[in-house]
């Protein structure tokens, strides 16, 4: 029986700090829960001289990653470094060296994912990635156990925090998308390169995470569709609103018989739809499954604290295991081979706003369009805009195939009485 569990931390920075924060204030009740106290042995920094507030003796930190992999002490490695190809070398020679690995990586796990967790098993090693996706909500956790004796159909859900603050302002606030990135950054929701959030693709790898969780299939980041806010035209925001609609960068996950998609994009939610009442860093997931229907899971997305809390629950997991003597027990191989949906398979209906010249006829040829491609319009509005001499043609679409909204889009573009497609949206939670 082990009488101390021994962490390795790679990182000290919002998260790293936290995690420490959170073992030392939390001490005493980590070790009624676990029997024996959890020490942190050694810290990975890269800078060695760099001022930190912090109560851990100096000499634990380090700037080898070896002092970490050599000390015998150490049972469990948190990495909490962030970027790619460093934090995923020292995974993989973390698990290389039998010891547990804990990450708050989306960027490795969504990449990398299958193959490190392959590399767990072959070892008899845990590897733990819960805060890598929602920051403080147990999705992994929920998904892997709680919802483990059913079979998941889809999630729909607001997995970004900054995308989420930054439409709340412009919404209810009405500030500009500057001034609202702007607040995000100053409040420490938005990195200094705002990109990987405002773009879709911090999203797109957290769906990629959790689609492959849920279906027991290999979900890769190229098979995720991306669309990020730059696709927000001025206007769409109180638009959606006069139409009874919130706009949310959303990631959604289905499958069927037919195969899997997967996507990350502004989408319309009706007012009523709980999702969009969703605001500033919350996220929000909705998680359907066979049996249990339709199941919500909300908290905040981001934050030091939060994130660190999920990470010291796997902490707290990986413990359980390393002495009950069931690490690396787990089986992480996919069940289903990897099936993807062509456009022709998935379906929803749209919102599409096109400004056109404002001349009698334009509303009848437009119309002939959709009927071509056999898209059923639910809803036909002509919008006047008094900003220009043109009008907009607003067209809310009945159920259509991805495919269709393509081609009516595409021959839209090129209509002479067509001024431009301003923007388009996927309308989820009818």
């Given at each position: ?23 030392q204030q939390h001490q005493e009740d980590l070790t009624y829960k676990l029997g024996v106290p959890v020490k942190i042995r050694r810290v990975l920094v890269r800078n060695l001289h760099k001022e930190r507030n912090t109560d851990l003796p100096q000499e634990l930190f380090t700037d080898s990653l070896d002092d970490l992999l050599n000390d015998e002490s150490i049972d469990i490695m948190v990495e909490v470094f962030g970027g ?347």
């Amino acid at each position: 029986m082990k009488k101390e569990i021994g962490i390795g931390l790679l990182g000290f920075g919002t998260v790293g700090s936290g995690v420490a924060s959170v073992l030392q204030q939390h001490q005493e009740d980590l070790t009624y829960k676990l029997g024996v106290p959890v020490k942190i042995r050694r810290v990975l920094v890269r800078n060695l001289h760099k001022e930190r507030n912090t109560d851990l003796p100096q000499e634990l930190f380090t700037d080898s990653l070896d002092d970490l992999l050599n000390d015998e002490s150490i049972d469990i490695m948190v990495e909490v470094f962030g970027g790619m190809e460093e934090a995923r070398v020292a995974i993989e020679q973390a698990l290389q060296a039998g010891k547990g690995v804990v990450t708050a990586n989306k960027d490795v796990m969504a990449v990398h994912g299958r193959d490190l967790l392959v590399l767990a098993d072959r070892n008899g090693c845990d590897l733990f990635y819960e805060a890598s996706v929602g920051g403080g909500i147990p999705l992994i956790r929920t998904l892997e156990d709680g919802l483990a004796s059913d079979r998941i159909t889809s999630l729909l859900g607001i997995i970004n925090g900054t995308t989420n603050f930054i439409l709340t302002k412009m919404k209810h606030e009405k500030k500009t998308y500057a001034e609202a990135l702007e607040e995000a950054t100053a409040l420490g929701f938005a990195e200094a390169d705002p990109t990987a959030d405002v773009g879709g693709i911090d999203a797109a790898r957290k769906m990629a995470i959790l689609a492959s969780l849920s279906f027991s299939e290999e979900v890769q980041l190229d098979d995720v569709y991306v669309r990020g806010m730059e696709a927000i035209e001025d206007g769409d925001l109180e638009l959606a609103e006069q139409f009874g609609y919130t706009v949310k960068m959303a990631g959604s996950a289905k499958k069927d018989e037919q195969g899997v998609e997967v996507a990350v994009e502004p989408v319309f939610f009706p007012n009523a739809h709980p999702l969009a009442s969703v605001n500033n860093e919350f996220n929000a997931v909705y998680v359907r499954g066979a049996a249990v229907g339709e199941t919500m899971f909300y908290g905040p997305g981001a934050g030091s604290l939060p994130t660190a809390t999920s990470v010291t629950s796997d902490i707290v997991a990986a413990c359980r295991n390393l002495l009950l003597g069931v690490n690396g027990k787990r089986v992480h191989s996919y069940q289903y081979e990897r099936k993807t949906k062509t456009d022709e398979q998935k379906s929803a209906r749209y919102f599409h706003r096109i400004a056109v010249r404002d001349e009698i006829g334009v509303l009848a040829r437009l119309s002939a369009i959709y009927s071509k491609n056999g898209a059923s319009l639910a809803t036909v509005i002509q919008h006047p805009n008094p900003a220009r001499e043109d009008a907009d043609l607003i067209f809310i679409t009945h159920t259509i195939s991805r495919k269709q909204h393509l081609d009516v889009l595409e021959e839209l573009t090129t209509a002479p009485e067509v001024n431009g497609v301003l923007s388009h949206y996927r309308i989820e939670g009818d």
